[in-house]
């Protein structure tokens, strides 16, 4: 079975500083990890993912990630967050060998202050 | 951008009182999901749905749960006779092919209260 633990369920930061939202995996088959972010009212958009190849994945709005095999972790980073930016995150996995099941983390709440 | 849609976005029953969460997905789309999310917890897979038949489902989805997909449209929820512990925000979400690392794409949610 795969789980998936975000450490942080808030972190608070200023506009303009960088960001780390962590995430690690626990998964005895190989999968496929994913970020999404939703924003209020609205519905969780996917923000990156990593399948195969480069271990640093880029996504929208600045963001990217870096899968770790050997920690089993998939942190995302921005170098300069902006307002717009506060949001629900959460990190997800798929076991590359089912049907599309999600597996999603608790979510970690980012707050940007000015 | 198509996006998907879920309606209503908020509805509040009384405990066994049948309820019925809608959801069009993005029209090309062919693969069909849903999940909850309970206040505080996290989001868990219920159900996915293709070529008019349910694909995978988790323990959640026990028989008062049922999915539908009515016409060319829309994609259903029912949940016959609801609990307390049903209380929850529901995601709908859809991909094109269907493949794990195809991207699903979520609606905003319905949030459903059982009192």
């Known amino acids: 079975a795969q789980s998936v633990t975000q450490l942080d369920s808030q972190v608070p930061v200023f506009e303009e500083a960088p960001v780390e939202l962590r995430c690690n995996y626990s998964s005895s088959v190989s999968v496929y990890l994913f970020w999404y972010v939703q924003y209020p009212n609205q519905g969780l958009q996917l923000l990156l993912k990593y399948l195969s190849g480069s271990t640093l994945v880029k996504g929208i709005n600045g963001f990217e990630a870096e899968f770790n095999k050997s920690q089993t972790s998939f942190h995302l980073r921005k170098p300069s967050v902006h307002i717009s930016d506060t949001a629900e995150y959460f990190c997800a996995v798929i076991n590359s060998g089912n049907t599309g099941k999600l597996i999603f983390g608790q979510g970690t709440t980012l707050q940007v202050k000015p | 951008e198509p996006e998907v849609t879920q309606t209503p976005s908020h509805q509040v029953t009384q405990m066994g009182q049948e309820v019925i969460l809608r959801c069009v997905p993005i029209?090309?789309?062919?693969?069909f999901y849903w999940y909850r999310q309970i206040l505080g917890q996290k989001v868990e897979f219920l159900v996915s749905f293709y070529n008019n038949e349910i694909s995978e489902k988790s323990e959640i989805f026990d028989d008062q749960f049922s999915v539908e997909r009515p016409d060319g449209s829309n994609f259903t929820l029912k949940i016959r006779s609801t609990k307390l512990e049903d209380s929850a925000m529901y995601f709908c979400?859809?991909?094109?092919?269907?493949?794990?690392?195809?991207?699903?794409?979520f609606g905003p949610g319905t949030r459903l209260l059982v009192l």
């Open positions: 029209s090309n789309h062919l693969y």
């Open positions: 979400a859809s991909s094109d092919q269907g493949a794990v690392q195809e991207t699903q794409y």
